[in-house]
């Protein structure tokens, strides 16, 4: 059973919009970081966003602060990331990932994730 599963990527243009959605357990849901890292070709693969478990404290990198949210539904167990304003410089593979507590220190740092879904592409045209 794949622990986190990605989905919602896709192609737009600059100035669009995407939802992207990481469906889990219910166990990583609540008592995990969930966090969305993006790596770009030739590129490190860096932190977007990451929230404490329950939701009660969010992380965003700079370069999407005023642009990306992230909501929950706990009915689903299920993470969202709303892009918009989108940049051909977002234009990235995002992966959802998840790790406890006692091993995330930095929450957008990807050290202490343990748990990675696949990945969904998402492009940005200019």
């Known amino acids: 059973q794949v622990p986190l599963v990605e989905s919602g990527g896709g192609s737009v243009q600059a100035g669009g919009s995407l939802t992207l959605s990481c469906a889990t357990s219910?166990?990583?849901?609540?008592?995990?970081?969930v966090g969305w890292f993006r790596q770009a070709p030739g590129k490190q693969r860096e932190g977007v966003t990451s929230q404490y478990p329950g939701g009660f404290t969010t992380y965003y990198a700079d370069s999407v602060k005023g642009r990306f949210t992230v909501s929950r539904d706990a009915a689903k167990n299920t993470l969202y990331l709303r892009m918009n304003s989108l940049k051909p410089e977002d234009t990235a593979m995002y992966y959802c990932a998840a790790g406890p507590t006692s091993s995330v220190f930095r929450p957008l740092s990807d050290d202490g994730y343990n748990f990675w879904g696949q990945g969904t592409q998402v492009t940005v045209s200019s």
């Open positions: 219910t166990y990583i849901y609540t008592y995990n970081f």
